[in-house]
T-cell receptor
Framework: GAVVSQHPSRVICKSGTSVKIECRSL??????MFWYRQFPKQSLMLMAT?????????EQGVEKDKFLINHASLTLSTLTVTSAHPEDSSFYIC????????????FGDGTRLSIL | GQQLNQSPQSMFIQEGEDVSMNCTSS?????WLWYKQEPGEGPVLLIA?????ELTSNGRLTAQFGITRKDSFLNISASIPSDVGIYFC???????????FGQGTRLTINP
């Protein structure tokens, strides 16, 4: 149980392109999902908390107009990197938590984004 | 803000050896989680701890929630090559949704 699917696993695109990443909880409902960014050899950096049916909560320093988050259902959150530039290249990982009390976060397999 | 200090940053051991890593904080956490991440993949949950003093095992892995609620350790016994990866601790403060992560411990095993 507690499977989180993230798609795509890898994206290579030209500068200026917008890229959408999907995060799905496959066997549970998730009121809250989380989006992280990870630089090489570093820990996970929380970008935003995605809440179903409401606006996402962004961490300090994360541009909400750059990283658009939509959480339209209890099993799907999307992160769109708008007008991506080479500095947006990174490993993006989502996580979701089962609604049950005290349930831990489970992570997707990540998306490697490379902007040329 | 809250920070987790995870140590050691890296470990180089021989296959069969036991491994120990820990996380400490100046803040009190309600939940401690241990994850393992392999290259190009997302972290996978190993052990979740919810009570101070709790000691939980998952196969060769054992983790404890410190009695002060400010620390946790993870032990791996009789390491094998597939234990290679980066181990992260993560803590959650009561009432908070988000996790605070440690810097990770990179484990390398010589066969």
């Amino acid at each position: 149980g507690a499977v989180v699917s993230q798609h795509p696993s890898r994206v290579i695109c030209k500068s200026g392109t917008s890229v959408k990443i999907e995060c799905r909880s496959l066997d549970f409902q998730a009121t809250t999902m989380f989006w992280y960014r990870q630089f090489p050899k570093q820990s996970l950096m929380l970008m935003a908390t995605s809440n179903e049916g409401s606006k996402a909560t962004y961490e300090q320093g994360v541009e909400k107009d750059k990283f658009l988050i939509n959480h339209a259902s209890l099993t799907l959150s999307t992160l769109t990197v708008t007008s991506a530039h080479p500095e947006d290249s990174s490993f993006y990982i989502c996580s979701a938590r089962d609604e049950g009390f005290g349930q831990p976060q489970h992570f997707g397999d990540g998306t490697r984004l490379s902007i040329l | 803000g809250q920070q987790l200090n995870q140590s050691p940053q890296s470990m180089f051991i021989q296959e069969g050896e036991d491994v120990s890593m820990n996380c400490t904080s100046s803040s009190i956490f309600n939940t401690w989680l241990w994850y393992k991440q392999e290259p190009g993949e997302g972290p996978v949950l190993l052990i979740a701890l919810y009570k101070a003093g709790e000691l939980t095992s998952n196969g060769r892995l054992t983790a404890q929630f410190g009695i002060t609620r400010k620390d946790s350790f993870l032990n791996i016994s009789a390491s094998i090559p597939s234990d290679v990866g980066i181990y992260f601790c993560a803590g959650q403060i009561q009432g908070a949704q988000k996790l605070v992560f440690g810097q990770g411990t990179r484990l390398t095993i010589n066969p």
